[in-house]
């Protein structure tokens, strides 16, 4: 029986034109022989030709933080399609209004309100990563002096505070000092929980994977930051970031593990571990890994792109069969890469000008954009993507785009 026999349903995206690169989601899913139904606030004809090819209908809100124009957008949905099969947005700002309209439609596919309350909050993830095994830092909510006075008196400066539901490092301090904690207490945004735990001595690296019904990957990779994405955003440092030419296999381990823990299914997720730089009582010694985030998503901006580039494939396509077959449809290939992502800021004077970075490095750069300014904060103005087989290589790079 051909695949797109299975593919018979009705899909709702929610805000597929932002990130620009999700309409390749879209695309996707409609080549599987789904019905693909965007809601977005942007208007129609401000819609890229490519994003409108690959919606079968587009409803627009003026607001998609009011729940009641995307609750009437559903129903128009409902009423005209029929029963809605899946709904996702692939975007961490929307996940919570996901699950709220998956549970309101009574849509099965993906994760309720309750489960998702639980698997986003930074505090409670932290049980799911021991019952995986995996040793995660302790904290505390930052909701009286008291209490915190009490946790900060078992370790040393410096601390973090970030909210226990955010997304990157918003909000995210690095406390060194006990006035330095006073000053953010008494100033800190008031409806918004923080959590406190000591800092780590870490780098930061991921399980990236797509999963289906049962759990079980269909594609797995993994990147690396080097540089600490708080100070880049705070500081608006620089900021760079690689997809691992092989994934390690304590990362591939460690990953599988929470991915059942977490009961995570049906999703493109990314799961973030520290690699300690030395030994650290509680966690492990040098090199060994501890929980730090869970992410119900792919891994933020063109990351998708790069994981392509890296794994000389299509996971927009491996999560579109996912979808609709619930299983892959494309052969692994073994021509692999490493992919870095560089953002360079405005505000910063570099040695080699865009045009000498482009010309230098033109056989290995596969992107280079604008950021969008909600997107520049974390990710820098100017972005080049490029790929290179050895990783001195891609270190020679980073120099020359940084100096």
């Known amino acids: 029986m051909p695949l797109s026999m299975y593919a018979k349903m009705n899909f709702i995206f929610i805000s597929p034109q932002f990130p620009t690169n999700y309409w390749r989601f879209c695309r996707e899913l409609k080549n599987n022989g789904v019905t693909v139904l965007g809601i977005g606030d942007s208007a129609y004809d401000s819609l890229s030709y490519s994003l409108k090819d690959a919606l079968n209908e587009y409803y627009r809100v003026d607001s998609m933080e009011d729940y009641d124009q995307m609750m009437r957008a559903v129903a128009y949905f409902t009423f005209k399609y029929g029963k809605i099969d899946w709904l996702e947005s692939n975007n961490e700002y929307?996940?919570?209004?996901?699950?709220?309209?998956?549970?309101?439609?009574?849509?099965?596919?993906?994760?309720?309100?309750?489960?998702?309350?639980?698997?986003?909050?930074?505090?409670?993830?932290?049980?799911?990563?021991?019952?995986?095994?995996?040793?995660?830092?302790?904290?505390?909510?930052?909701?009286?002096?008291?209490?915190?006075?009490?946790?900060?008196?078992?370790?040393?400066?410096?601390?973090?505070?970030?909210?226990?539901?955010?997304?990157?490092?918003?909000?995210?301090?690095?406390?060194?000092?006990?006035?330095?904690?006073?000053?953010?207490?008494?100033?800190?945004?008031?409806d918004i929980l923080f959590i406190l735990e000591p800092w780590v001595d870490g780098t930061i690296c991921s399980y990236d994977a797509v999963v289906n019904s049962k759990g079980t990957a269909l594609f797995e990779s993994g990147n690396v930051t080097p540089v600490d994405i708080m100070s880049c955003v705070n500081n608006r440092d620089d900021v760079y970031y690689y997809i691992e030419k092989q994934l390690p296999d304590d990362i591939r381990e460690a990953g599988r593990r929470c991915t059942q823990a977490f009961g995570l299914l049906s999703r493109f997720i990314h799961l973030e571990f520290f690699r300690l730089n030395k030994d650290t009582p509680g966690l492990g010694r040098k090199g060994d890994l501890a929980g730090l985030e869970v992410n119900l998503r792919p891994s933020g901006g063109f990351t998708p792109d790069m994981l392509n580039f890296a794994n000389s494939t299509d996971v927009y396509k491996i999560w579109a069969d996912m979808i609709a077959f619930d299983r892959r449809t494309l052969d692994v290939r073994k021509d692999v890469y490493y992919s870095i992502y560089i953002g360079r800021r405005d505000n910063h004077v570099y040695t080699h000008s865009h045009d000498e970075v482009l010309s230098r490095y033109r056989a290995n750069i596969t992107m280079s954009d604008r950021m969008p300014d909600v997107l520049a904060v974390g990710m820098g103005n100017q972005m080049y993507i490029a790929k290179f087989e050895e990783k001195e290589q891609m270190d020679g790079f980073i120099r020359y785009c940084l100096e």
């Open 94 to 190: 929307w996940l919570r209004q996901d699950a709220r309209l998956r549970t309101d439609f009574h849509i099965t596919t993906g994760c309720s309100l309750k489960q998702m309350t639980e698997l986003q909050s930074k505090s409670k993830m932290k049980e799911y990563y021991r019952k995986a095994g995996i040793p995660v830092v302790p904290c505390c909510t930052v909701e009286n002096r008291e209490d915190c006075a009490a946790f900060m008196s078992g370790f040393d400066f410096p601390f973090i505070v970030k909210p226990d539901q955010g997304v990157g490092a918003n909000h995210t301090w690095k406390i060194n000092s006990p006035e330095e904690f006073e000053y953010f207490f008494r100033n800190k945004p008031e």
